[in-house]
């Protein structure tokens, strides 16, 4: 493994990026379904919807966001991360460059500083992985490094920024990426990158009950909420995250809810947007009103804490963006859950120990 260092304005401590040797060479809920409105079927913003053929015609770089395939629901688990990984590989990226992303450490701190309760209720699993060291002494770092192996043998670039979420790093990698001329896709199912979402930005999420990826595009987008994906982080802004623990403005004033919250920002296009018009005149009925001006600043740290940072001092290196050599990916793979029987073998036999103990 080689690793660079890369220094963040934002921490104190070193931030690295790690990525394996890589030989050069010649992206959970279901989709609603939905039906395109007339307008929105010729443009959006100005964008066409169509998939045209120049965008298609264009190299696809995969970013894999590896925290949420770690889990089992909320319990830490390697065989999840093996099982995704192993679809991704074989159904999904191919040999299509990949780039995979953990959570820094300490990444969430600027957000909980805003707002405590953002992402409180996964701070309560942590123990759950702390608790493995009852059997298993450094068995965490071990299932880290463990996952990182894995990526670096199948020719996967790892990156890990210390202080900064992963969503951030991606979302900055994205805009360099796209720079290239490339299409984007991210493997994720967290919701939050719905707000990068546009004609060469797709996700391709892990859906659980089918037991695959399933693409998710900006026509997809469209269908679902009948709206700009430039809205996405206004709307949530206003209408709240309860997955994240960010409270929406209906905690406040419950009459205020997601029709009334769509139909403004259609009519002026960002939450920003409809602050500034709302500070100067009448933009609804009354307690729309008062909401807007009343709650200007709570809608404003909302922003702040949802919306994905672009400026993460983390660059893109040409090397990462070379075609994945996919020939060994069965052996790595296979010797991978091989390894974890024996775990769970050697697991299981020290549990006995120290209940009989």
């Known amino acids: ?173 994205v805009d360099q990426v796209l720079q290239r001329d490339y299409r984007v896709v991210i493997a994720s199912p967290d919701k939050d990158f719905k707000q990068l979402i546009s004609q060469d930005v797709q996700l391709v999420m892990p859906l659980k009950d089918l037991e695959r990826w399933s693409f998710y595009t900006l026509k997809h987008y469209i269908a679902q909420y009948n709206c700009d994906p430039r809205s996405d982080l206004s709307l949530r802004c206003i209408m709240g995250d309860e997955v994240d623990g960010v409270p929406g403005i209906q905690h406040v004033v419950p009459g205020f809810g997601r029709k009334t919250a769509l139909k403004l920002l259609k009519k002026y296009g960002s939450l920003d947007d409809l602050l500034n018009a709302a500070a100067v005149r009448t933009v609804g009925r009354q307690y729309v009103q008062e909401a807007l001006t009343k709650y200007a600043d709570y809608l404003r740290r909302n ?5 994905l940072k672009r400026d993460i001092d983390v660059h893109l290196e040409e090397e990462w963006l070379v075609e994945r050599d996919m020939s060994n990916d069965s052996i790595i793979l296979s010797d991978f859950f091989e390894s974890l029987q024996e775990t769970q073998k050697l697991t299981r036999q020290n549990r006995y120990y120290f209940s009989n103990s």
């Not at 209720?121 to 450094?138: D, E, P, T, V």
């Not at 922003?303 to 919306?307: D, G, K, P």
């Open 1 to 173: 493994m080689i690793q660079v260092a890369v220094h963040s304005p934002t921490v104190t401590s070193n931030s690295f990026v790690s990525f394996s040797s890589i030989k050069p060479r010649s992206r959970t809920r279901k989709i609603k379904s939905g039906v395109f409105c007339a307008a929105f079927d010729q443009t959006v913003g100005g964008q066409l919807l169509i998939d045209n053929e120049k965008s298609k015609r264009k190299r696809r770089v995969f970013f894999l966001d590896v925290n949420p395939l770690c889990y089992e629901g909320r319990i830490p688990s390697l065989h999840s991360f093996g099982h995704w990984i192993s679809l991704f590989f074989r159904d999904v990226s191919h040999t299509d460059p990949v780039i995979a992303v953990f959570d820094g450490e300490g990444g969430s701190e600027h957000r909980r500083r805003l707002l405590p309760s953002y992402k409180a209720h996964r701070r309560k699993y942590i123990g759950q992985l702390n608790g493995l060291k009852k059997f298993s002494s450094g068995h965490v770092g071990r299932s880290l490094q463990s996952i990182r192996d894995v990526l670096g043998k199948c020719h996967v670039p790892v990156i890990k920024v210390e202080g900064h979420e992963a969503d951030d790093v991606v979302a900055t990698l």
């Open 303 to 307: 922003y702040e804490v949802l919306a």
